[in-house]
């Protein structure tokens, strides 16, 4: 920390002394709402204990209940946070990622490459220019880790809930509350929680079908109360079938929740949550410039035509991928992704007295799985000039959160730990293909091929001790004016050990070793002012720290200090500084029943920015890990929902963020200007709109995005053009018949005007210059989704 920071903190928080000596007086008040701005509607009488760090505002259930475009606004948050409930996410297709959903908020990136966001390798989330590495998730407290694609601490949102079962979405746009589980978020956080049981006897059912052969079947049977101290449960199961939209392949899931709550005495309770999924996903070859202007949005890969494959491994190619600059790598058979999932968490939330709680939480995750590819770069033993690279991560971690919080006059004192470990494992093998005439490697997703191994070119393990404490005071100085107040410490302590690498095959050998990423100080100072009624002033800063990415041999597009050789970590490892902040915003916020409005500006100060450099093509990468030196954001937001008339929502949110770096680069081959460039990725304009009508049973919604382009170089020389994309929604609701309730139709269009744009990018790395190998993954077309529900 810096004297200068330094200073500035102890100016804030001398200030707020002053102003809490000047108003401070023994009350019996409640604190106002300082983390989760909103609960689920379903869950607005519940009673308010002490365990929350807020109670909800009687406006934003109203509003919960009634028929919000998109947002609810943090009323009564020390920080700029804005929600998402299950009520909106119903206008979005059964099956859509919560991430998704969360595109409508200001200033967040959403991209996939398929219209729900299942399509996991093309999933992409960025927040005020971080990308999804460096931001906090989590699912009823339990961390979900940086959500890539090859997680190493964590897991998918969409493999940890069923997306059906989600009661709601807090986000924190510019730093994550002292408490959230998390050892990535630089920036801030996003928070999922899932619904309770119902107190009714009953079940829902749920059938999608659309575009690209989709199906998606979801059920869920609930217990009601079981007795008269309210014991309760819900087994759930989703299952979706969906064909690519581009070439053959599909993505296939099956997933099952569980939820039991049991109520205690005072208002406590006992919470298990229990998820399964299993997931078969076929890729979207990844694009090029090049490709795109040559071939067209459209290019895919093989899949199942085997003889093409491996025609094109022996150099003939058809006469369309011929047009392009690399026609070996435009193309292969096919590559997918295979997992299994168990999440498990119980929650203890007791009420110890009626201004004392202690709540704890205990989990654990474990991933198994594989992912193939089909290489013409790898010939087989048997002749073959292609054959299947075949990686097979693992997850096994476990842990426990525990925090008191104890209410005393107008504090709130609220400490707490958190302790993980866990196992990252990850191996890479070569199997065999078979001579062409003599079968075919058919579906890679029926089952690993362990009897085909011919090589393994590296096998390598990571352990991870997790170790956070925070301590945070929520101080209502007067009826108006709350301020917030923390810090917490943090130890990750990471290692790895290589079983095997083959340096004929890897070209390299990668470090082995331990390195701890640690700081003891991370201050955050909130607070809030309501000036006049619906009006108040908010303010944040806060310190941040991310720790060492797990990884070594570049399959993440993360900055790891563990793919450098072995002389350069040894070198480096006692003064390798892992990435930190500063985060500084400021905001207004109005809340009426009519007009909801929230504006915010924020600077961000990020320090020893470490980057992922890939140079070459994406099939055979030279990957390096630089710090880069520190970037500088500066950001404005602004958004507001109208509601005019009865059943009437109009909502629109305007962002711009200039994020840049601050100095060159220097490299082996010289000194890349990256000084004053923009950071890739991120556009710097967005404009976001929701109108959405409800008149009886009947509702619908449009709405769009527009955003400026994305850099997709650190020297700012090419690209991806900007886009206005649109979306439309209708539901009717029919009444009930017989034992079905509430039976509902609704009818879906994604990419309203069937837009040809770019989504994902940089999901191999971002190069410095434009090389010809940017790569990129284009959005879904037009496609159409219909929907029948009903509860019994």
């Not at 947002?71 to 979005?92: A, D, K, L």
């Not at 000036?531 to 806060?542: I, M, N």
Request: charged content about 15%.
């Amino acid at each position: 920390m810096t004297s200068r920071q330094l200073l500035t903190l102890s100016s804030i928080i001398s200030s707020l002394a002053i102003i809490s000596s000047a108003y401070a007086a023994p009350t019996s008040s409640k604190p106002k709402t300082l983390r989760k701005p909103l609960t689920h509607p379903l869950a607005a009488g519940a009673a308010s204990s002490p365990t929350s760090p807020q109670s909800t505002p009687r406006h934003a259930r109203a509003i919960a209940q009634g028929n919000e475009a998109v947002t609810v606004f943090g009323r009564g948050s020390t920080r700029q946070m804005t929600s998402v409930t299950h009520t909106m996410m119903q206008q979005s297709v059964p099956g859509t990622s919560p991430l998704k959903v969360l595109s409508q908020l200001p200033g967040v990136v959403y991209q996939s490459a398929d219209p729900f966001g299942a399509y996991e390798y093309s999933s992409q989330i960025f927040m005020r220019g971080f990308s999804q590495s460096q931001l906090g998730f989590t699912l009823d407290d339990i961390p979900l880790g940086d959500q890539q694609f090859n997680n190493y601490n964590g897991l998918a949102v969409t493999r940890a809930i069923i997306s059906d079962n989600v009661g709601g979405v807090d986000v924190s746009q510019g730093a994550g509350a002292i408490d959230v589980a998390s050892t990535s978020n630089l920036g801030g956080a996003i928070e999922t929680h899932s619904l309770d049981p119902s107190h009714k006897r009953g079940g829902s059912i749920g059938q999608t079908f659309g575009s690209n052969s989709t199906m998606r079947t979801f059920v869920r049977l609930e217990s009601g109360d079981l007795n008269p101290t309210g014991t309760r449960f819900y087994v759930s199961y989703a299952r979706l079938n969906e064909n690519l939209w581009k070439g053959s392949g599909y993505d296939h899931s099956d997933q099952v929740n569980a939820k039991f709550v049991q109520p205690l005495a005072r208002g406590s309770s006992v919470k298990v949550f229990f998820d399964w999924s299993s997931i078969q996903q076929f890729d979207y070859q990844d694009m090029t410039m090049n490709w795109l202007h040559t071939v067209g949005p459209n290019l895919a890969n093989y899949y199942p035509d085997y003889t093409a494959a491996y025609n094109a491994a022996l150099g003939h190619y058809s006469s369309t991928v011929l047009k392009t600059n690399d026609p070996l790598d435009a193309a292969y058979y096919a590559g997918t992704a295979n997992r299994v999932d168990y999440l498990g968490g119980v929650t203890l939330d007791e009420n110890l007295t009626s201004s004392l709680n202690w709540k704890t939480t205990l989990y654990a995750h474990g991933d198994s799985g594989y992912s193939t590819w089909t290489t013409p770069y790898m010939p087989s033993p048997n002749g073959a000039p292609l054959s299947q690279r075949v990686q097979t991560p693992g997850i096994a971690r476990g842990g426990f959160e525990t925090a008191l919080t104890w209410k005393i006059g107008r504090h709130k004192l609220n400490a707490g730990v958190w302790y993980e470990y866990g196992n990252f494992t990850e191996s890479r093998y070569f199997t065999e293909a078979p001579l062409l005439g003599q079968g075919t490697l058919g579906n890679p997703t029926t089952g690993f091929p362990g009897d085909k191994i011919f090589a393994t070119p590296w096998q390598e393990a990571f352990s991870t001790n997790t170790f956070v404490f925070h301590l945070q005071d929520t101080y209502k100085i007067t009826d108006t004016l709350t301020v917030n107040a923390g810090f917490k410490s943090m130890i990750v302590n990471s290692g790895n050990s290589v079983l095997t690498q083959d340096a004929a095959i890897n070209g390299t050998q990668v470090a082995q070793g331990r390195l701890e990423a640690s700081n003891a100080f991370l201050p955050q100072v909130s607070a809030i002012w309501r000036f006049l009624p619906r009006h108040e002033l908010f303010f944040d800063v806060s310190h941040n720290m991310r720790s060492f990415p797990l990884d070594g041999y570049g399959t993440n597009v993360s900055a790891t200090p563990w793919t450098a050789s072995q002389a350069s970590f040894q070198a480096t490892k006692n003064t390798l500084k892992p990435e930190t902040d500063w985060v500084y915003e400021g905001g207004y916020r109005y809340t009426s029943p009519i007009v909801s409005a929230l504006a915010s500006l924020y600077r961000i100060n990020f320090s020893n920015r470490l980057q992922l450099i890939t140079n070459n093509s994406g099939i055979n990468p030279i990957t390096a890990v630089q710090n880069v030196g520190g970037v500088t954001t500066n950001g404005a937001e602004a958004s507001v929902t109208v509601r005019p008339l009865e059943g009437l929502s109009i909502y629109n949110s305007f962002s711009y963020a200039h994020s840049t770096y601050d100095q060159n680069v220097a490299t082996s081959s010289g000194v890349e200007p990256t000084r004053g460039k923009l950071v890739p990725n991120y556009p710097q304009f967005m404009y976001k709109a929701n109108v959405t009508y409800r008149i009886g049973g009947f509702d619908t919604h449009v709405d769009g995005i527009y955003m400026s382009h994305r850099q997709l170089t650190y020297t700012n020389d090419l690209h991806a053009p900007g886009y206005f994309l649109m979306n439309f929604g209708a539901r009717y609701n029919f009444g009930n018949a017989g034992p079905l309730k509430g039976i509902t139709a609704a009818f879906n269009i994604y990419n309203l005007t069937n837009k040809t744009y770019i989504a994902t990018t940089n999901e191999l790395g971002n190069n410095f210059t434009n090389t010809g190998y940017n790569y990129f993954l284009m959005g879904a077309p037009r496609q159409f989704f219909g929907t029948i529900s009903a509860s019994f």
